[in-house]
């Protein structure tokens, strides 16, 4: 599964980029590993520039809500899949500067959650 997380571009004159939430799992239900992941931009998201707030921190956890922390070699249970929700690209510029018609197409666009985090796993 892969989608836009709404609220997680940065705020700002001009927002970040929003980030991806992607699971994965193995098809049969089987355990898997998960190798290499240096989640860095959990604890230390980007940051934003001229008078924007920063980002939203990533966040990686297993289905069961259990949280996956440090890097390393992880072991998914079967059954289970693992939850990205990766962090969103900081913005530029303040908030209360945006464009109104730019502001009208996040809400449109479903995306105007600006400086909002979205909600838990």
Request: glycine letters at 16%; proline letters at 9%; aromatic letters at 4%.
């Amino acid at each position: 599964r892969r989608e836009l997380l709404p609220g997680s571009a940065g705020a700002g004159r001009y927002r970040g980029g929003h980030a991806p939430l992607i699971e994965l799992c193995h098809r049969d239900g089987l355990p898997f590993h998960l190798s290499a992941a240096t989640f860095d931009r959990r604890e230390h998201p980007a940051r934003g520039r001229a008078g924007a707030p920063d980002a939203r921190a990533g966040e990686c956890r297993l289905s069961d809500g259990s949280l996956i922390r440090g890097k390393g070699k992880f072991m998914v249970p079967a059954g289970q899949s693992v939850i990205l929700r990766l962090p969103g690209g900081a913005g530029l510029g303040a908030p209360e500067d945006r464009d109104p018609a730019a502001r009208a197409q996040d809400q449109r666009d479903g995306m105007e959650g600006i400086g909002a985090s979205p909600k838990p796993l």
